[in-house]
Structure formats: C-alpha cells, structure tokens
C-alpha cells in the first residue's frame, strides 16, 4: 500500500505564493507518474499538473507560467510551487501517484487534499 501526504495549503491573498508537497510513504518498488489535481465545490475535479519519473511534466492551461511541479525520486516527494496566485485558484488540492508494487502490478492513489485559499 502506498499512503500519500499533501501539506503547504493555507489561506494566502492574491497575488501571493504557496509550496505543497506531498510525500509518499509505504511499501511499493518505484513511484511512477505524480500529479496535482484540485477540486472546488460544485465542480469536478481537475488536472493542475503532472510530472513523469524522468521529468517531464504537463500543465493546465490555466495555471502555465505560474504554478512549477518538481519532485524528488529519492525521497518520494513532489512539489507544486504556486505563484501568482489568483481567487479561481482556491480548491482543495490532491495528491495522485501511481506506483509499482513488488508484484509487479500499478496501482493509482490519492492523498486526502490540502486546502487552499485565496483571499482578494
């Protein structure tokens, strides 16, 4: 099992800046593909960002040129550097990996989400 933790979130005025991160802890061989996703109330949730084990990473089109994904293999953590924040950036903000088990399967997870919160 594979046990992910968002922490950062908080209440920040536009136009401010917020770190998150998420750890990922448990028994598996590898972390594979990471990603941020967030959800509003009344909405569904969505892709912010997503980076591959090797780097590379894709974007919202709402959130290019202001948020930076980034992630450290040897400790399983990812990062979403926020900047620029902006009101409609306000969500609850999830965590999501796949990861290889030592059975050889993949399996997806969530984290419990972190909350942030723009104040205009």
């Known amino acids: 099992q594979v046990q992910l933790v968002e922490s950062g979130g908080g209440l920040v005025q536009a136009g401010g800046s917020l770190r998150l991160s998420c750890a990922a802890s448990?028994?598996?061989?590898?972390?594979?593909?990471m990603g941020w996703y967030r959800q509003a109330p009344g909405n569904q949730r969505e892709l912010v960002a997503r980076i591959s084990r090797g780097g590379s990473t894709n974007y919202a089109d709402s959130v290019k040129g202001r948020f930076t994904i980034s992630r450290d293999n040897a400790k399983n953590i990812m990062y979403l550097q926020m900047n620029s924040l902006k009101p409609e950036d306000t969500s609850v903000y999830y965590c999501?990996?796949?990861?290889?088990?030592?059975?050889?399967?993949?399996?997806?997870?969530w984290g419990q989400g972190t909350q942030v919160t723009l104040s205009s």
């Open positions: 999501n990996a796949d990861a290889w088990l030592g059975d050889g399967a993949l399996k997806n997870y």
């Open positions: 448990g028994t598996f061989t590898s972390i594979n593909i």
